[in-house]
């Protein structure tokens, strides 16, 4: 079982320009959240999935969207990035029935 | 709202001693307790939880955590640090709801010295 992978694991981008992160969840883990981990500080959610629907969503701006796929992959979205933007980007999935998550090793993200 | 605090951004114990880092929470009902630990340019593994049920909970690498609710935490403990610990570990908190989100603590870095 391969657990839950991210791609790409390092990325750099420009002010304003748009990213896109993906993540496999792992085997048999119907629901997706992600989560921004900026440094020195514990991470903060974003927005959940399943059923290829965003059941939840954190604080963020409209620039941050999602999607999750029939196989219960996801995407993150962000939109005219800023300075801000950069950090740890984390997927984490879980059964919807369980209480436990299981966490990707993340996507660094650096704007300049 | 929920929310957790950890005490001690960070926390340097030598190598065979007692590891102990702090977690409080505020939540209106009981909710489910994480630890996680990260270790440089990694995601979160988990190291136990707590749902239901016995309140002192064990997990892996030999840590373990009690919840008490009177005092609203869920310290975290090793009774003896091995250079291997050496990482950020991460309190979390999750309500009731298969669609409730996780909310995290800041974080405690471990140093162990040799």
């Known amino acids: 079982d391969a657990g839950v992978t991210q791609s790409p694991t390092h990325l750099i981008k420009t002010r304003g320009q748009q990213v896109t992160l993906r993540c496999s969840p792992k085997?048999?883990?119907?629901?997706v959240s992600w989560y921004q981990q900026a440094l020195g500080q514990g991470p903060q959610f974003i927005f959940q999935?399943?059923?290829?629907?965003?059941?939840q969503r954190g604080n963020f701006p409209d620039r941050f969207s999602g999607h999750q796929f029939p196989n219960y992959s996801s995407e993150l979205n962000v939109n005219a990035l800023l300075l801000g933007d950069s950090a740890l980007y984390l997927c984490a999935s879980r059964q919807n029935s369980n209480t436990e998550a299981f966490f990707g090793q993340g996507t660094r993200l650096t704007v300049v | 709202a929920q929310s957790v605090t950890q005490l001690g951004s960070h926390v340097s114990v030598s190598e065979g001693a007692l590891v102990l880092l702090r977690c409080n929470y505020s939540?209106?009902?009981?909710?489910?307790l994480f630890w996680y630990v990260q270790y440089p340019n990694q995601g979160l593994q988990l190291l136990l939880k707590y749902t239901t049920g016995a309140t002192l909970v064990k997990g892996i690498n030999g840590f373990e955590a009690e919840f008490k609710k009177s005092e609203t935490s869920f310290h975290l403990t090793k009774p003896s640090a091995h250079m291997s610990d050496a990482a950020e570990y991460f309190c979390a908190v999750r309500g009731y709801g298969n669609f409730n989100k996780f909310y995290f603590g800041s974080g405690t870095k471990l140093n162990v010295k040799p």
């Open positions: 999935y399943y059923e290829e629907e965003e059941r």
């Open positions: 939540s209106s009902v009981p909710p489910y």
């Open positions: 085997s048999g883990h119907d629901t």
